[in-house]
């Protein structure tokens, strides 16, 4: 099992910046890949970012330029660099670790980009 904890959403004013944060714990020896998901208010989760073990990375063509996501090992952490931010960018924000055994998701965190 992999459990994962976000942190770091809130309330940003348009073209602001915030940092979300995954911290891993568990048998994260398993995970291959990591990445940060969004959903807005009646709309489907999407991809917005992953990065490989292999520090692969890849985004969604809505936040290239803005985003940036990166991994720092030694704390078991996947950050998300949130810039210039847009009212469309507002959605809970989930992290997924995806493994050998499986994918698991965090329990989200709000960002809300408003004026």
């Known amino acids: 099992q992999v459990q994962l904890v976000e942190s770091g959403g809130g309330l940003v004013q348009p073209g602001g910046s915030l940092r979300l944060s995954c911290a891993a714990s568990?048998?994260?020896?398993?995970?291959?890949?990591m990445g940060w998901h969004r959903q807005a208010l009646g709309k489907q989760r999407e991809s917005v970012a992953t990065?490989?073990?292999?520090?692969?990375?890849n985004y969604a063509d809505s936040v290239k330029g803005r985003f940036a996501i990166s991994r720092d090992m030694t704390k078991n952490t996947v950050y998300l660099q949130m810039n210039s931010l847009k009212p469309e960018d507002t959605a809970v924000y989930y992290c997924?670790?995806?493994?050998?055994?499986?994918?698991?998701w965090g329990q989200g965190t709000q960002v809300t980009v408003s004026s």
């Open positions: 990065i490989t073990m292999g520090d692969v990375t």
């Open positions: 997924k670790g995806s493994s050998t055994r499986g994918n698991y």
């Open positions: 568990g048998s994260i020896f398993s995970l291959y890949a």
